[in-house]
């Protein structure tokens, strides 16, 4: 699975959001995504770490999730390509904005 397919999943993004914030164990994980069983999480990390989102490293008995630095580089560049057409209507829209208030 790709980048692009893993995180069309709502509940893969959740998983995602909550590493942003930093490294968790998988059990805190799945203590925290209460709608999920504890298998379901697991696939999810397996698809995550499988295309390249993820890293886990083993601590004792546990499991640590990290996201991989350059895991959405890929996204990245391919938003990177309509990045300007988004700069052109923020432009056009302060010059909007800036002639409403004259």
Do not use: C, K, N
């Not at 995504?33 to 698809?47: F, K």
Request: charged share 30%; glycine share 6%; no cysteine.
């Amino acid at each position: 699975m790709d980048v692009f397919e893993a995180v069309a999943d709502p509940s893969r993004r959740s998983v995602l959001e909550l590493l942003a914030d930093g490294e968790q164990p998988a059990g805190a994980l799945v203590a925290t995504l209460t709608r999920l069983s504890q298998p379901a999480v697991s696939r999810h990390l397996r698809i995550l770490r499988e295309s390249g989102l993820v890293e886990v490293r083993p601590e004792g008995q546990r499991r640590i999730y990290a996201l991989r630095p350059d895991g959405l580089s890929e996204i990245d560049r391919w938003i990177g390509r309509y990045r300007r057409f988004w700069s052109d209507h923020l432009d056009a829209l302060e010059q909007h904005l800036g002639r409403s208030d004259a």
